[in-house]
């Protein structure tokens, strides 16, 4: 080969592919850019070419990388941050069930939400029910109660009904307890109240004492959808997340989510290249005594370190680990209509032998704790492990943690963990308040020292069986202290500034699992924003629970545009079946 001969061409080559990588495929012009990086912090436009983000700057700087193919987009003044990643919501098993799910969340008034239950009652068929699952609380409304089971019945009619509240109970109409075949005779489950009257008979409320089973178990005797109303269903829920600026989830599991069975539709999904929202998972034990057993399958399934290629595009779909729910034995639900449970002796044992087995496959973890006490003794058998199997590295995490001490943070911190936060306390501040008084509330969960400590920290919703998944929520409730219905429940110097609360709710997930350039709007990052209707960092705080995107994009795609930006993105999707509540009422309210 003639070496000085050839120099030139491969001079000519590696030129070309620079020229070309130097365009881009989509270009944002116009905007006011919160890119979360050290550097530039706000810039006017960006750029993307493929997934990644090319380069962010001024107008002119950016428009010099738009070719005859690139497609410009105006965002005329508008804000655009980093795609939203909630650190904890339920979107496989979400998506499954959404299109049948009448949503209260945003409601303002009981008055419009019994109409609501009304209106859906008349078009629901025969065979299916009605349902509101979650996502609300009487503070939201107006006359600042809940609907009683008369009203209830009165909207219902013959149409079968459930109605859930919190973790802390759910009504079902006559026709519903008709339908489960639930009367004077049937038996009250363990930890669960099936409320009778002076006759004897059931009234149709139904209690956690403490455990919400007896609310999950009656859930899932519901009729399910067909297979292709699955798959609409969770592409409608994807594209409401996408709606709210959301970009990535990290999917916690759930009760009644069985693996593999259960993953079936994002499976399929994924495969097609269809997935709108990056969706690391976890694998959530279901059954009491069948834990180790279950996660010695799951581990004998799962290669934890291949992400796997769709051949279609890089949106994260695999399992992450395992969790939340690592034993039923430490299941510490946040139902604050009732005192704190107290876990069982046998927690410690079951708790270990589960996660020495998670340590030794080096399967990262988390596990749901809201009460100081739970953590305690979670953390004694993390230390005991540690000690045999350092986990020297290793992802974990805890979710929740409203009540944890300055001491337990620290224990945290020295095992290398994070702690994922949620919006919880907006839903149910009042009842917290009512049940540990006010002090107890102020720094629940304490952010703010979690921060100082240098632990990650990421934010979410915990949606959407007791708080909504509308992540502005989240970010309205960490910025101003107030719940859904206006109570000071955290103290406003334990609260954050909108800078700091947006980065837990954008890098600071990906942190929490050691994710590396997602979260930011910086060159080289994968390419997740969205541009907002309102302008998050100068709206007053009330309109921040608001906010929608104008626009969103996922990994370098255009996957979801308002009517101000229909022509560059895609058509809608009709909704099935037919009397869905999201074809007639959508998902969250915009009152």
């Known amino acids: 080969m003639n070496i000085v001969k050839t120099l030139p061409l491969l001079f000519l080559l590696f030129s070309s592919i620079a020229v070309h990588a130097q365009e881009a495929d989509i270009v944002i012009i116009n905007g006011k850019i919160t890119t979360l990086s050290d550097e530039n912090a706000e810039v006017q436009a960006v750029a993307v070419a493929g997934n990644k983000i090319l380069q962010t700057g001024t107008n002119a700087q950016i428009l010099k990388l738009k070719t005859s193919k690139t497609k410009v987009i105006d965002a005329r003044g ?63 409304f107006e006359e600042k109660r809940l609907p009683t089971l008369a009203e209830i019945n009165e909207a219902t009619g013959d149409v079968p009904t459930f109605i ?57 005797k519901l009729p399910e959808l067909s297979h292709d109303e699955k798959v609409n269903s969770t592409l409608q829920y994807m594209t409401e997340l996408n709606r709210l600026g959301i970009t990535g989830v990290m999917d916690a599991g759930g009760g009644f989510q069985n693996f593999p069975d259960d993953y079936g539709i994002t499976d399929e999904l994924n495969k097609e290249g269809k997935i709108t929202v990056r969706l690391p998972y976890y694998l959530f034990a279901q059954k009491k005594g069948t834990e180790l057993a279950d996660y010695s399958k799951w581990t004998g399934m799962v290669e934890i370190d291949d992400h796997g290629h769709n051949g279609f595009n890089d949106v994260d779909y695999y399992v992450e680990g395992g969790g939340e729910n690592l034993v039923m034995d430490g299941a510490d639900f946040e139902n604050f209509l009732f005192p704190r449970p107290e876990l069982p002796p046998t927690m410690e044992k079951n708790m270990k032998e589960v996660l020495s087995l998670l340590v030794k496959k080096r399967w990262p973890f988390r596990i749901h704790a809201t009460y100081n006490e739970s953590i305690t003794r979670f953390l004694n058998v993390i230390e005991d492990i540690d000690r045999e199997t350092p986990l020297n590295g290793l992802v974990w995490f805890i979710d929740h943690a409203e009540t944890v001490t300055d001491e337990n943070l620290k224990r945290i911190k020295a095992l290398g963990g994070g702690i994922a936060v949620q919006h919880r306390m907006a839903y149910q501040g009042e009842s917290f308040i009512h049940r540990y008084g006010k002090k107890g509330a102020l720094a629940a969960p304490p952010v703010k020292r979690m921060l100082a400590l240098g632990l990650p920290v990421g934010l979410g919703t915990d949606g959407t069986r007791v708080a909504s998944y509308n992540p502005w929520v989240a970010l309205y409730w960490i910025t101003s202290g107030k719940t859904i219905g206006g109570t000071q429940v955290m103290a406003k110097d334990n609260t954050l500034d909108r800078k700091t609360a947006l980065g837990l709710l954008t890098y600071g997930g990906y942190k929490l699992i050691k994710d590396t350039l997602k979260g930011k709007i910086e060159k080289g990052y994968f390419a997740d924003l969205a541009i907002l209707d309102k302008d998050y960092f100068t709206v007053n705080e009330e309109e921040i629970k608001n906010i929608t995107a104008k626009l969103t994009i996922v990994d370098g795609k255009i996957v979801y545009g308002n009517e101000e930006y229909k022509t560059v993105a895609p058509a809608t999707l009709p909704v099935i079946p037919a009397w869905s509540p999201v074809k007639y009422f959508g998902g969250y309210q915009k009152n």
Not at 198 to 208: I, R
Request: glycine fraction near 10%.
């Open 164 to 220: 859930l509240y919190l973790y802390g109970k759910a009504w079902l109409n006559k026709a519903g307890l008709k339908k489960l075949a639930i009367n004077g005779d049937t038996p009250n489950p363990f930890q669960g109240l099936i409320e009778k009257d002076t006759e004897g008979n059931p009234t149709g409320l139904l209690v956690a004492e403490p455990n919400a089973s007896i609310l999950y178990s009656t859930l899932a």
């Open 78 to 140: 508008s804000r655009i941050i980093p795609g939203l990643f909630d650190s904890h919501l339920h979107v496989i098993r979400g998506g499954r069930f959404y299109n049948t799910e009448l949503r209260w969340d945003g409601v303002t008034s009981l008055k419009k939400a019994l109409q609501m239950l009304k209106e859906q009652s008349a078009r629901t068929p025969e065979g299916q029910w009605v349902r509101v699952v979650g996502g609300w609380n009487e503070y939201q």
